[in-house]
Nanobody, 125 residues
């Protein structure tokens, strides 16, 4: 059974940086896509970035290219999301999700079958 645990959220001022972590366990053999999502109150959950495990292929949504960086710690199956130049509109609950699939991308939320509980990011102006 896949378990995903997010951490690293917090309250910061605009222009700051945060690094979120997603500790993954129980991943299936073969290729797994781990994707970061975020959701603000009253809005749809949006995919931000995906990394494949073990391959390491990376995909970004256009909205975060240049500011957010996804990476992984291979040894410990931890996926990171480095977020720079944070803006108030980045305020949201951030989730990681996973699915065993041959080809990775930033898929729609319904495509994923394992989710963490999320970590809150609040950016004040």
């Amino acid at each position: 059974q896949v378990q995903l645990v997010e951490s690293g959220g917090g309250s910061v001022q605009a222009g700051s940086s945060l690094r979120l972590s997603c500790a993954a366990s129980g991943l299936a053999s073969g290729t797994n896509c781990v994707t970061w999502f975020r959701q603000s109150p009253g809005k749809e959950r949006k995919g931000l970035a995906t990394i494949s495990i073990p391959g390491g292929s990376i995909y970004y949504a256009d909205s975060v290219k240049g500011r957010f960086t996804i990476s992984r710690d291979n040894a410990n199956n931890v996926v990171f999301l480095q977020m720079n130049s944070l803006k108030p509109e980045d305020t949201a609950m951030y989730y990681c999700a996973a699915r065993a699939v041959r080809f990775c991308a930033v898929y729609e939320p319904h495509y994923y079958d394992s989710w963490g509980r999320g970590t809150q990011v609040t950016v004040s102006s």
